[in-house]
């Protein structure tokens, strides 16, 4: 086969729909995108004849050349033959790949649509250039659609595609848009297997202005997104204990010297419990659960806690407005998903938030987070509920869950366990009064917070500074590492 040099990094899709399209001209829209920036083109239009999709084609496929951008024509082989572009894309219920390439060639670009890891491999084996994942979230521009996979089912296709698919490029598709394209192509992408770029219809084709609206994204798409943690450590790289608490003491420190912000959304119950804290470790807190002052708080350099510990409906579009907020001022953001496997509101709250943008880290205890990675646990009001794993399947837990969102998990118990995906600790921490208060994790939200704000490089790092906050001020201790708080780490996987 010969080799294709294309640039899949942001790949308009059109829609020649009133709702998409509006009464513009599909050819002129497409243009404008081109000069934009877009790297890629397909035509998909499901309501032309088959003469007026090869004289749409045939329009776009002169502006494509002019911009040296390949020209694919979404289902209809036919069609690209009679244009003479540069492939096709297909569906699962279209021509097979096979019997495409076939007619088509080994030049031509062929792309396929897969939401499953079935799927994707079928498609890997019989040849396909490209794979278009999706649904990543619900879009109105294509209902059919069999199931919305989100990041983490995005991910699980690349990672089980690295081998086999080695050489295949890949984009995701649906619902993507300046906001999320960014926190998509980060979570998405796996170690082993990145994705090439983003597919997007309405984001682009519905935009006011088209070619500042592809602008916008392909800048969006070559930058990594404000939380990207800048530093984490190679997973071969052994740790040294006393050298990370040394630096997870300074954190501590730092947050006394410098008194960031820690906006809290948190539930009713620990409000003026958690402010106090906050201020006992140094920090100043906001407690401010209205998400139109989000905008403003995520400037000041601090952090946000989402606790949706009493949600309402209310309150969800508040935490979701502010994540958003964050996620664009580069603010760190700590979700305590708090009574998650409690309620079916509960469990559907934890997606609409995962979906709607990015956790520097989530905190929980194990029924909590075992919801958040998809378990089906029913809680009995907050309470974790009985645990069910050993130390190391805890462990691996933490460790999977944060590979998956690319973050950092925290899950608390008489053991907590802490993990960035390739650095996973325990820390022996407890106190039998802990049990017998209410508010103890919550506020560990907080001084979580405090310390991502003065430490965004290593979250880890943080996430273990909001740990030991809460047991010794870290002004006050001179051990250098040596003290009993050294004993209370351990380095697990
Ligand atoms: N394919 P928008 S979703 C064409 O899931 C298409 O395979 C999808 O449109 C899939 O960028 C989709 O407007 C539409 O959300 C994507
Ligand atoms: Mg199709």
Redesign the pocket.
């Known amino acids: 086969m010969a080799l294709k040099y294309v640039d899949y990094s942001l790949y308009l899709?059109t829609?020649s729909t009133q709702a998409?399209l509006g009464n513009r001209d599909l050819v002129q829209v497409v243009e404008a995108a081109l000069e934009g920036g877009v790297t890629l083109v397909q035509y998909?239009d499901k309501l032309s004849d088959t003469a007026v999709l090869v004289s749409t084609a045939k329009k776009l496929h002169a502006i494509t050349k002019k911009h040296k951008v390949p020209l694919l024509i979404?289902d209809r082989v036919d069609v690209a033959l009679a244009v003479g572009c540069e492939g096709v894309h297909i569906?699962q219920d279209d021509l097979d790949l096979p019997s495409a390439r076939k007619l088509l060639g080994d030049n031509a670009i062929i792309g396929v649509?897969v939401?499953t890891l079935e799927e994707a491999q079928a498609a890997c084996r019989d040849g396909a250039d490209y794979l278009?994942?999706?649904?990543?979230?619900a879009?109105?521009?294509?209902t059919n659609?069999?199931d919305i996979i989100g990041t983490a089912g995005t991910k699980e296709i690349l990672r089980g595609i690295a081998k086999e698919g080695a050489h295949v490029r890949t984009v995701c598709?649906?619902?993507?848009?300046a906001s999320t394209v960014q926190r998509v192509l980060y979570q998405s992408s796996d170690p082993s297997k990145e994705l090439d770029g983003a597919?997007?219809?309405?984001?682009?084709?519905?935009a006011e202005d088209p070619k500042k609206a592809a602008q916008e994204l392909l800048e969006l798409v070559r930058t990594p997104p404000p939380f990207a943690a800048a530093s984490i450590a190679s997973p071969h790289k052994p740790v040294d204990i006393k050298v990370l608490l040394r630096q997870v003491l300074d954190i501590v420190a730092g947050v006394a010297d410098t008194t960031p912000l820690s906006h809290n959304m948190t539930n009713l119950v620990v409000q003026n419990f958690a402010a106090n804290v906050a201020l006992a470790v140094g920090g100043s807190p906001i407690m401010a659960n209205y998400g139109e002052e989000a905008a403003d708080l995520s400037k000041l350099g601090g952090a946000l806690v989402i606790n949706m510990g009493t949600v309402t409906p209310e309150g969800l579009e508040n935490y979701a407005k502010a994540l958003k907020a964050y996620n664009l001022a580069g603010g760190s953001v700590v979700f305590d998903p708090v009574g998650a496997g409690a309620t079916a509101v509960r469990r559907n709250a934890v997606k609409t938030l995962l979906a709607a943008g990015y956790f520097d880290v989530i905190k929980g205890n194990e029924g909590e987070i075992k919801t958040v990675f998809g378990s089906v646990v029913q809680q009995r009001g907050v309470d974790s509920g009985a645990s069910t794993l050993n130390e190391e399947e805890k462990a691996r837990l933490v460790r999977d869950l944060a590979r998956r969102e690319r973050n950092v998990i925290v899950m608390t118990g008489a053991t907590d366990f802490v993990s960035d995906g390739s650095r996973t600790f325990a820390v022996e921490n407890g106190h039998e009064l802990l049990g017998r208060i209410t508010g103890s994790g919550c506020v560990l939200g907080t001084t979580i917070s405090l310390m991502l704000a003065v430490c965004k490089k290593d979250k880890l790092l943080a996430a273990l500074a909001g740990f030991i906050a809460l047991r010794d001020r870290g002004r006050s201790c001179s051990c250098q590492g040596r003290c009993q708080k050294a004993q209370e780490l351990s380095y697990l996987l």
């Open positions: 899709v829609d998409i998909r979404n569906g649509t939401s278009g994942i999706g649904t990543m979230f879009t109105s521009t294509k659609t069999k598709i649906g619902g993507i848009n597919a997007i219809v309405s984001g682009i084709i519905a």
